[in-house]
């Protein structure tokens, strides 16, 4: 790429994607609101390690192999889809107890490293001298991070508010917050299970 402005680009594009609910965003929520926002912050550690991480192996993939192990970009779909489905099934029994609704460093970071975000941002967001060239490599990712610490800010903060809301009149309901989250990674498995299966019939 040949200036910055390509970078505060690929920033802003990163922001639109991981703006939009997922795995991580929801987990990142549900910590919010049990734990509180200071606490939470050490999640989004590992959110930009998992990110990082996955970007990193799909582009390396999409640049050298893709074209030869289709199948394992299909296997590894099933997989995410799969362990996203997991989620779904905990996220729906958290409960207030903080002990029982507990989000740990690993659990972002793994629903972060099958978050099929990070496939989208390898594949349409990078360009491909990202993962050939070191320094565009290092400029990319910079600005990568750049963007994902407001807005997971931004998710944190929703969860505080979430548990603000329910101090005096309890007008509101978390349990519900948790069914609904739960609703939403089970479609997002359930999509990602579909997207899946259709690649496997055009083998």
């Known amino acids: 790429m040949n200036n910055y402005y390509d970078y505060i680009i690929i920033a802003s594009m990163v922001s639109m994607v991981l703006i939009m609910p997922g795995p991580t965003n929801t987990l990142l929520v549900s910590s919010g609101y049990s734990h509180g926002f200071i606490n939470t912050l050490r999640l989004i550690l590992a959110e930009a390690f998992g990110y990082l991480t996955a970007i990193s192996l799909w582009g390396l993939f999409l640049s050298t192999i893709s074209q030869t192990f289709v199948w394992l970009l299909v296997a590894l779909k099933l997989c995410a889809s799969t362990y996203i489905a997991y989620l779904a099934f905990k996220v729906w029994h958290f409960s207030l107890d903080k002990e029982k609704s507990k989000i740990h460093f690993s659990t972002v970071l793994f629903a972060t490293l099958l978050n099929p975000k990070a496939f989208v ?47 005096g009149k309890r007008r509101l309901r978390p349990e519900l917050f948790y069914r609904l989250a739960s609703l939403v990674l089970s479609v997002f498995s359930f999509s990602m299970f579909y997207t899946s299966m259709k690649g496997i019939l055009y083998f």
């Open 121 to 167: 941002f390898a594949t349409y967001i990078f360009p491909l001298t990202a993962f050939t060239v070191w320094s565009e490599y290092t400029l990319s990712m910079t600005a990568f991070v750049c963007a994902l610490l407001p807005v997971s800010l931004i998710w944190v903060g929703a969860g505080k508010v979430l548990y603000l809301g329910n101090m």
